[in-house]
């Protein structure tokens, strides 16, 4: 009755470990879709970086480019400031050449 008894367990034993064996011959797929999902997820993140990357490059250069269109217009703003104000000096030295000169033949009429 042991014997009989040891065998039922060792048959029970044998067909708990083909039982195994079948289990983790049917997890090999999914671990291989696994590890082929971990290439896929890790070549993804690295193509994600990369255009972090660059994303992050465009907002530097558009950072550049923003700055030196206000220094541009900063220096154009500064130059046209300028020139205002030599045109306000040659108006202002134009009109006392005129007085002068308006006055100067009002002298010369009166001579004569």
Do not use: F, W, Y
Request: proline share 1%; aromatic share 0%.
């Amino acid at each position: 009755a042991e014997n009989a008894s040891l065998e039922v367990h060792l048959a029970q034993v044998e067909e708990a470990e083909r039982r195994a064996a079948g289990a983790e011959a049917a997890l090999e797929p999914l671990k291989a879709e696994m590890d082929a999902g971990r290439v896929r997820a890790e070549h993804a993140e690295a193509r994600l970086a990369e255009g972090m990357a660059r994303c992050e490059a465009r907002v530097a250069e558009r950072d550049r480019a923003e700055t030196a269109a206000v220094r541009a217009r900063d220096d154009a703003t500064a130059s046209i400031d300028a020139l205002s104000a030599d045109l306000a000096a040659a108006q202002n030295a134009l009109e006392q050449s005129q007085n002068a000169l308006e006055e100067s033949r009002r002298l010369s009429t009166a001579r004569e």
